[in-house]
């Protein structure tokens, strides 16, 4: 079946490291979301790519969606311990149909 | 603000039990869906919905039926639950624009 994995499972960094987490697609997307999950909360939206090579930055965040539109990354910029939790990627492979990623969980260590 | 509420945060219940988890949106979204949360498997779609009465299967429908009777909520059904049922279920709604899903804060049912 259709499948997101994402890569790498686990990171840990020192705050003040950067961060990046790829997501990777068995077939080709309609657009691409990305959600942050805190420890004990549930994902909450941070962001949507819908062109091929589309680039959006929020703040110290950078989301690239590839040009063939099956796969995307996340980037951080020196960061910080608010920036714990799981990251995970969401294709949207149908009209309804989301498929999320296996997820990345980052811990900065301060 | 979206709210997605789910009925329960915490379940306990017994191997065979019929199980059944609430999901309810008050934004009026004609999508919702059923995922399940286990450690290194991210989130797998279960079951989902995209108007009252229709449903449609995900990628791990058996085991779990589910039911749309009302617009606002979607219910998930465990039939018969067993020990491997056991996990984080979190349900989603999105609106028209197909933007951003908005997610209750999980159910974390335990089958003993």
């Known amino acids: 079946g259709q499948q997101v994995m994402q890569i790498p499972q686990y990171q840990h960094v020192q705050e003040g490291e950067d961060f990046t987490t790829y997501c990777n697609s068995s077939?080709?997307?309609?657009?691409i979301q990305w959600y942050k999950q805190r420890p004990g909360g549930h994902p909450v939206f941070l962001i949507q790519?819908?062109?091929?090579?589309e680039v959006k930055k929020q703040k110290r965040l950078t989301f690239q969606f590839g040009e063939a539109k099956k796969n995307s990354s996340l980037h951080i910029t020196a960061t910080q311990t608010t920036d714990v939790g799981t990251y995970f990627c969401a294709g949207r492979t149908g009209t309804y149909k989301y498929i999320f990623g296996t997820g990345t969980r980052l811990k900065v260590l301060a | 603000d979206v709210k997605v509420t789910q009925s329960s945060r915490y379940l306990v219940k017994r191997t065979g039990e019929k199980v059944f988890l609430e999901c309810v949106q008050d934004?009026?979204?004609?999508?919702m869906f059923w995922y399940r949360q286990d450690p290194g498997l991210g989130l797998r779609l279960i079951y989902f919905s995209y108007d009252v009465k229709m449903k449609e299967k995900g990628d791990i429908p058996e085991g779990y039926s589910v039911s749309r009777e009302k617009k606002e909520r979607f219910s998930l059904i465990l039939e018969s639950a067993s020990t491997n049922q056991t996990s984080m279920y979190l349900c989603?709604?999105?609106?028209?624009?197909?933007?951003?899903?908005?997610f209750g804060q999980g159910t974390r049912l335990t089958v003993v």
């Open positions: 077939t080709t997307l309609s657009n």
């Open positions: 790519l819908v062109k091929s090579g």
């Open positions: 934004m009026d979204h004609e999508n």
């Open positions: 989603a709604s999105i609106g028209p624009m197909n933007t951003e899903a908005f």
